[in-house]
């Protein structure tokens, strides 16, 4: 019997019920049968980056990020904007990346959960540190589904049926065999 595929869920916000966790807390409650997922949750925990740090042995929570992706087939992060790009801690999370192996080939995709319009600053700033990172980015798993808090239900959970079929969509896309992918190249 084979392993089912795992997919990491990553989400760029530290607010409790974002919009974002509220994407990935959705993509748990539909995720089909034929997979897992695994929400981390230590992005509060980790050290700021030091690339002197960033030797054996790692800081703990750093060690347990990187397991956490390592152990994944696949990632999936929703994280928000701020002042035109990535929030601080979650660049933090993925500066930790760069130096290891575990993301490099790994499938990616996120969803910007934003107002239409918006997110595009932390999209493209994702892209840019993903190709750093050597992660493989599926395209056509990439989704914009805009949230608002009101869609979330008592237990932080989408409720709309069309976005909960995006998300499905979004897992199977990113769980399935690969696709056109694009491996930013770097600056």
Same mark, same amino acid.
């Given at each position: 019997?084979?392993?089912?595929?795992?997919?990491?869920?990553?989400?760029?916000?530290?607010?409790?019920?974002?919009?974002?966790?509220?994407?990935l807390?959705?993509?748990?409650?539909?995720?089909?049968?034929?997979?897992?997922?695994?929400?981390?949750?230590?992005?509060?925990?980790?050290?700021?980056?030091?690339?002197?740090?960033?030797?054996?042995?790692?800081?703990p929570?750093? =060690?347990?990020? &990187?397991a956490?992706? +390592? !152990? %994944? #087939?696949?990632?999936?992060?929703c994280?928000?904007?701020? /002042?035109?790009?990535?929030?601080?801690?979650?660049?933090?999370?993925?500066?930790?990346?760069?130096?290891?192996?575990?993301?490099?080939d790994?499938?990616?995709?996120?969803?910007?959960?934003? =107002?239409?319009? &918006?997110?595009?600053? +932390? !999209? %493209? #700033?994702?892209?840019?540190?993903?190709?750093?990172?050597? /992660?493989?980015?599926?395209?056509?798993?990439?989704?914009?589904?805009?949230?608002?808090?009101?869609?979330?239900?008592?237990?932080?959970?989408?409720?709309?049926?069309?976005?909960?079929?995006?998300?499905?969509?979004?897992?199977?896309?990113?769980?399935?065999?690969?696709?056109?992918?694009?491996?930013?190249?770097? /600056?």
């Open positions: 019997m084979s392993t089912p595929p795992v997919i990491l869920l990553l989400s760029g916000s530290l607010r409790a019920g974002s919009s974002n966790e509220t994407v807390r959705t993509a748990q409650a539909v995720a089909p049968s034929h997979l897992r997922t695994a929400f981390y949750d230590g992005l509060g925990r980790l050290p700021h980056f030091n690339p002197d740090d960033d030797t054996d042995p790692l800081p929570s750093v =060690a347990e990020l &990187r956490a992706i +390592a !152990e %994944a #087939t696949a990632v999936l992060i994280t928000p904007e701020y /002042a035109g790009t990535l929030p601080g801690s979650f660049k933090n999370l993925l500066d930790w990346t760069v130096g290891g192996t575990e993301i490099c790994k499938p990616v995709a996120w969803v910007n959960a934003a =107002a239409p319009g &918006r997110g595009l600053g +932390a !999209e %493209a #700033t994702l892209r840019t540190v993903l190709g750093y990172t050597g /992660a493989y980015i599926v395209e056509e798993a990439c989704a914009k589904i805009p949230v608002d808090h009101r869609m979330a239900d008592s237990d932080g959970v989408i409720a709309d049926s069309e976005a909960r079929k995006r998300i499905t969509h979004v897992l199977g896309l990113l769980a399935g065999p690969r696709g056109p992918a694009t491996k930013p190249e770097q /600056a």
